[in-house]
């Protein structure tokens, strides 16, 4: 495929996407402090809240096991945190991600200097394409209780399911929905979200910014499929790394990085 049929490929996607679909939300989503607040006031039902940052694709390291990536990361004035989770497909909500998304979004929240009541409240919220919890509820609210006495924790974790489903348009929430799967910005009821669509989708730095998203991920996954490449050839063990790194189109740093096994 030429270059003008690529592009003219990435334009039709363009005009196909939806704020449900991960690399247009986070283009959408990124530094966006009125859309983000506007989710979170809807969804928490917290009119007066006040995002103070937002980030996209924000990477939290776990030095004993494995990484997560929050979809979008926000601080409220009240420096509580929020990691909210796009999620297409149902495995991509299980309750056991929500749990270790909160205990890694803990573990980066407390210094070595302070206590552990000024560990601040954090919302893990999956919107989720289908009602993956399957009991036809537009939002599921998941809170620790002490079962003995029939009262919440109230440990400051929170954990939140949003139906993409239900798309009642009687309801604010049905209606945010209803606009993360619309791939027309004239058919949102929200202005703030309908605005960074439609500079996505139809203003020439906006489409540009989108086409130069989409030409990356294609060099990342060309990149991912070396790298697998190159893992495979390692472990047949007949090439030299030298021999491996010309055919896969890698550096030698590269390849002895992945033939040297990770230590913690």
């Known amino acids: 495929m030429d270059k003008e049929q690529q592009h003219q490929e990435d334009l039709q996607r363009i005009r196909g996407f939806r704020l449900i679909d991960d690399d247009f939300m986070n283009a959408c989503f990124d530094d966006n402090i009125e859309g983000t607040e506007l989710i979170l006031r809807i969804i928490l039902n917290k009119p007066d809240l006040s995002v103070r940052s937002v980030k996209t694709q924000k990477v939290m390291k776990n030095l004993l096991g494995r990484d997560i990536w929050l979809d979008i990361n926000a601080t ?84 939140i399911y949003v139906n993409g489903e239900d798309k009642n348009s009687a309801t604010e929430l049905g209606e945010l929905m209803h606009d993360f799967f619309c791939t027309n910005p004239d058919d949102m009821h929200f202005k703030q979200l ?71």
């Not at 991600?97 to 919220?125: C, G, Q």
């Not at 919107?127 to 009991?135: K, L, P, Q, S, W």
């Not at 209780?145 to 919440?152: C, G, P, S, Y």
């Open 76 to 159: 409220d004035s009240k420096n509580d945190e929020f990691d909210i989770e796009i999620q297409r497909a149902d495995k991509g909500a299980d309750p056991k991600r929500a749990r270790y998304h909160s205990s890694i979004l803990d573990a980066h929240l407390l210094s070595p200097s302070e206590d552990f009541k000024d560990l601040p409240e954090t919302y893990v919220i999956f919107i989720t394409e289908n009602d993956v919890i399957g009991r036809g509820k537009p939002l599921y609210r998941i809170e620790r209780r002490i079962e003995d006495i029939d009262e919440l924790f109230s440990d400051g974790e929170h954990i």
């Open 194 to 264: 309908a605005d960074k669509v439609r500079y996505f989708k139809e203003d020439e730095k906006g489409v540009a910014a989108m086409c130069k998203v989409m030409e990356d991920m294609r060099q990342e996954a060309v990149e991912r499929d070396r790298i697998d490449r190159a893992k495979s050839l390692l472990r047949i063990g007949k090439l030299s790394l030298e021999e491996i790194a010309n055919a896969m189109e890698l550096s030698v740093e590269k390849v002895k990085e992945l033939a040297t096994p990770k230590t913690v």
